[in-house]
């Protein structure tokens, strides 16, 4: 079905997989029409979500970590913040264990995860995805929700990378090696430090890094969700 994408807006290929698909969570997702494009960035409800994985191939590696939040206008609302292990179908290679700090006895604790699934995707209905390097989770949950419920994951999709990509192009500057780390573009908007690959910290500062981009804009019109969206 990816010719879709070239054919059918995201609308209406949400509503093409809701008369097809039978009951489940994505269905439930799909339910909730998606944010307008049209709309001011201020009028549209945002989730930051960040994932840790098993690895970084998004067709074989697994979700093992979810951390994800509201944004809604210029605030960040941490009263519902999340943080989810989701447990591996093995054992977690030590590759990546070096990476998350998340080790096999915690995994074995961790929710499955099509309950975890299930939580983002409530969370998700009716926002637009927020990530730094969105295009990660954005493969990752839609391969996982293919896995789980048979069907594919879609949404409009803000990636805080991308973004930044256009300040730089705005302001003709190159970009070098590790420009568009997280890290590194807090750095430029005077934003903490905060100890990397934790998916709910991770998540916030993506949030964060958001808020300050759209803040510090460079044209004096107010973005729509259409102009900040990478996926649409």
């Given at each position: ?35 307008i ?7 549209v ?56 700090g ?55 999709v ?34 903490p ?15 964060e ?5 759209v ?18």
């Open positions: 079905m990816s010719f879709w994408k070239y054919l059918f807006n995201l609308e209406e290929r949400r509503n093409w997989w809701l008369r097809n698909m039978p009951e489940c969570p994505l269905r439930d997702y799909y339910e909730i029409p998606f944010p494009l049209d709309a001011d960035w201020r009028q409800d945002y989730l930051a979500v960040d994932f840790e994985t098993t690895g970084l191939d998004q067709e074989k590696d697994e979700i093992i970590s979810m951390g994800y939040t509201t944004v809604r206008g210029h605030t960040l609302y941490l009263g519902d913040a999340t943080h989810v292990l989701a447990k591996p179908s093995g054992a977690l290679p030590a590759s990546s264990v070096v990476v998350h998340i080790m096999d006895d915690r995994a074995a604790k961790a929710q499955s995860l099509e309950e975890a699934l299930s939580d983002l995707l409530y969370s998700l209905a009716g926002k637009a995805m927020l990530a730094h390097h969105a295009a990660i989770e954005y493969h990752f949950l839609s391969n996982a929700c293919q896995r789980v419920y048979g069907y594919p994951f879609i949404g409009p803000v990636d805080t990378l991308a973004l930044e990509v256009r300040v730089f192009r705005n302001t003709d500057r190159s970009i070098r090696s590790g420009d568009l780390r997280l890290g590194s573009a807090r750095d430029r908007y005077n934003l430090r905060y100890p990397a690959h934790n998916a709910l910290t991770d998540a916030i500062a993506a949030a890094l958001f808020l300050a981009q803040a510090y804009r460079r044209s004096k019109k107010s973005p729509t969700l259409r102009d900040l969206t990478v996926i649409s």
